[in-house]
């Protein structure tokens, strides 16, 4: 219970949700039948009654206030024990929060009674029923049950302040939100994490201000044109203590000469937008509109009338913060059929523009804060976005026009926020260099006098003079060297520079002759008639032999054909097969081969190239070599792929892979045999979760949360989990509870591995030791716990991945790690140390050959064999390897030697 003084401050969202959910608590006790109804106070020992409300139900130490108990309409003749809670909220979604308030009710029901209470029911406004069961959350509310116990043992001199979602409706929060301020505490910011928290409290870091002295600017790298951004908290209290504006990407925000403002107020768990404020600027004149919905048959209208405005300025950007807007039209085109898509194509979401980009020096970015910032004022100062959710609630129950015009009013004021907002972020794209309170932050500017700058040209003068190549060894003091501008940038020399035309070799190994084209490639019934004219094209090639390699020169000479339909003149189609290629299908290989599976850098193979066959290859030419080799493996990459989802267990694992400064994913399938590779622009596994709809085998995964989502039956990684356990335990040595639970985990796993390795993977031997998985999950997991909150992550882990950890027990043959899949995605690790980031156009054709030369790997075949052999099915492809001699050297022989 709250005192009075604490119960005044309860956030108006609070006290209008409450209100709501007794009104529909009271329509549902008016539903059943009076006759049937009693109250607690009034039962006695009788417990007869379909329906009890107002019961207070002790059980121990806990102590729960249910509304409403009622009987099962299956077990009307059955004893107390079928009873079950209904707990009333006033929101038609159902919360996390509202579940735990159900389960602690369900939980001292069933201690009460001494017999199982399985569940109860939540009710809505709407009317709607949802019934939740205990079980899944009994070891959270375990655990938080545990915590609060020993609180009343002994309560803690000094709790830590932690500010979080919850605080804009909880009662102490202006007490929580002092108390951080004076400690300058770390969750001042916002979307600061518990995880990131303890990340910095293990650096010694525990306020904003030491936390702003972590930041370094560090040189950036060349970046994509949609490259995302990690948003930075050390950079955030950096502008925090010095009242700067960071910039990390310069805003460009282009200036029309009509613009629009959008803010959409609305009920999410109803799906229900009421309000609509558009402000319109031309110039200095300014414009407001709200358009308001007094019911949902009034919320088409509302859309209707944002329609038309919009219409009477089809050119101008309608902007907004936040993904709130967009989503609320893509429900409104769908639930009246209205043709928005005018509107949404001109939308503009101002916060991609500040989010990682611009730091504002604000705890937050919010529209609030950064309004504040910017000098936008609210009418309100109270408004925010539960506050209009509340204003809306009363408006609903009294009709007064104070709340309606509260919401509007705090609506425009939204509008008018981000309209200053956006000149904001104009004034400091076009002045960034120019505004003392805006600095970069990758590069910080360095002010100085009109005479220390010119003290730094000189010194910076000598600087460059020092370099070996700069202006043939001339220093010259004073003068800055300075860059043409009018050279363009972008593959090939400049304008003036003498171009490069390979010169084809004269002399050739060997001649031959090969067959003119007899039919038009146009039309096969045109009949091509004989030239006399010769036509010669030359292939510059690599012979293998057991011996070694050498280079060979070809010309391959041909008479030309003439169609006279298509008055063309036409070479042997041998040239074709070519594909305008000097370098022949042996050479290519071998470049590919040294690029793929040796990993050389492109300017090292041409190095290689240049020093052993004394010819000249660009780097570019061997991109081309390997855009065009993998396009001849399309067929064999699909023949992986068919193969790998036929087979009983696929591993699964994933990498970042750089794409031109921009992070992409590499997921990889094998089986072991095959190998095939995928990218993605996320690291969402809806690529992955399509190919393997139909999948019947076992998927072997890490703990990453995309893969809870296929259907298929999976095995965790134990030796993920084994050395999670491992590192955690070296980092906490003397924690006895986390020291005894990783040894309860030995005890377990290291009689199973030990069997796996002496019978292998057989569920004949290897199912004996479910018992023992069931004992553990009794006495370490179960209802069980633990004050180490390390601990208890394990312990949630092995809840929740309960039949997948121990998998392979009961199936033959599956995998308990993912060792083949890290194994197959390695390559693509170092090659990524090495070349640090991937062109887009390339990376697809890398990965389909990087796929095949991991099969070859697993089936312990050459690769460079295989693309030599022109075969396109691995499997079929037989290695002729030189076996290794194995019998014993005789001394007269080791003497000979």
Known sequence: ????????????????????????????????????????????????????????????????????????????????????????????????????????????????????????????????????????????????????????????????????????????????????????????????????????????????NQLSYLFRPRKTRRRGAHASTAFSFELQALALRTRKIYLHHTPSVPSHDVELFLDIEGLPDRDFQYLIGVVVCRGSDVACHSFWANSPDDEANVFRSLLEIAAEHPTAPIYHYGSYE?????????????????????????????????????????????????????NNADASGLNSIAWRLEWEATNETRFQDRIVAYNLDDCHALRRLVCELRSVGAAATLRMDVDFSDRPKQHSTLAGTSIHDSLEGILESAHAEYGKNRIGIGRRKTRSTTGRKGPGALKGHIGYKRIIPSKANRTVRVRRRVKCPVNNTHVLTAKSELAQYTVVDIAFSKGGCRKTVTKLVGKYSFCPRCNRRLPPPSFHKQNGFLFGRCFRAWAVYQRISLRLPYHVI?????????????????????????????STERELLRRILSSPFIHVDETKLSIQGTTHYVWVLTDGSHVAFKLTETREATLLRSMLDDYAGVLVTDFYGGYDAFQCRQQKCLVHLIRDLNDDLWKNPFNQELEEFVGSVKDLLVPVIDDVHRFGLKR???????????????????????????????????????????????EDGIPWNNNMGER??????????????????????????????????????SFLRFLLSGQKDVDQFKDRRRKKASRAVTPRQNDAL
């Open 606 to 634: 041409c190095q290689v190239i240049d020093d052993q066959f004394q010819e000249y290859v660009t780097p570019a030419s061997i991109v081309k070599f390997v855009s065009a080799v993998s396009e001849q493996y399309g």
């Open 764 to 810: 004949h031997f290897l199912r004996k030791h479910e018992r023992s998985v069931n004992q553990f999950y009794k006495n370490a997991i179960d209802d069980h716990r633990y004050e180490c909150e390390i601990t208890a992550r394990f312990q949630k882990r092995f809840v929740r991945y309960r039949e997948s950890l121990f998998r392979f027990l009961s």
């Open 1 to 208: 219970m709250l005192r009075g003084d604490q119960a005044e401050h309860l956030h108006e969202y609070v006290n209008a949700t409450e209100r709501v959910a007794a009104q529909s608590r009271d329509r549902f006790i008016a539903s059943i039948d009076n006759a049937e109804v009693r109250r607690f106070s009034q039962l006695g020992h009788d417990w007869n009654a379909s329906a009890i409300i107002d019961a207070e139900i002790v059980a121990g130490d806990l102590t729960a206030q249910i509304q409403v108990l009622l009987r099962r309409a299956t077990c009307r003749t059955k004893a107390r024990r079928e009873f079950e809670p209904h707990l009333f909220i006033g929101t038609n979604a159902v919360s996390d929060e509202d579940k735990l308030r159900l389960a602690i009710m369900v939980k001292i029901i069933a201690e009460s009674s001494n017999s199982p209470c399985s569940g109860g029911v939540v009710v809505t406004p709407d009317g709607k029923s949802q019934r939740v069961a205990l079980a899944p959350i009994a070891l959270q509310l375990n655990q938080i049950l545990g915590v609060l116990r020993s609180w009343v043992v002994s309560l803690p001199d000094e709790t830590p302040i932690i500010l979080n979602d919850h605080c804009p409706i909880c009662p102490f929060r202006a007490q929580c939100l002092r108390k951080a301020e004076q400690e300058d505490n770390l969750t001042l910011l916002d979307r600061m994490t518990p995880k990131l928290l303890q990340k910095y409290h293990k650096k010694g870091i525990f306020t904003i």
């Open 326 to 378: 967009r989503k609320a039209l893509d429900r409104a085109s769908k639930k009246h059929g209205l043709e928005l898509a005018q509107v949404q194509e001109r939308l503009v979401n101002v916060n991609p523009l500040i989010y990682g980009k611009v730091y504002f020096p604000r705890r937050s970015n919010s529209l609030k804060a950064l309004g504040d910032f910017v000098g936008a004022t609210w």
């Open 824 to 861: 197959a995605i390695r390559h693509l690790a170092v090659q990524r140390k090495i070349s640090g980031s991937f062109y887009k156009r390339v990376a697809p054709h890398y990965l389909r050959l990087l796929a095949i030369n991991q099969t070859c790997r697993f089936q312990m075949k």
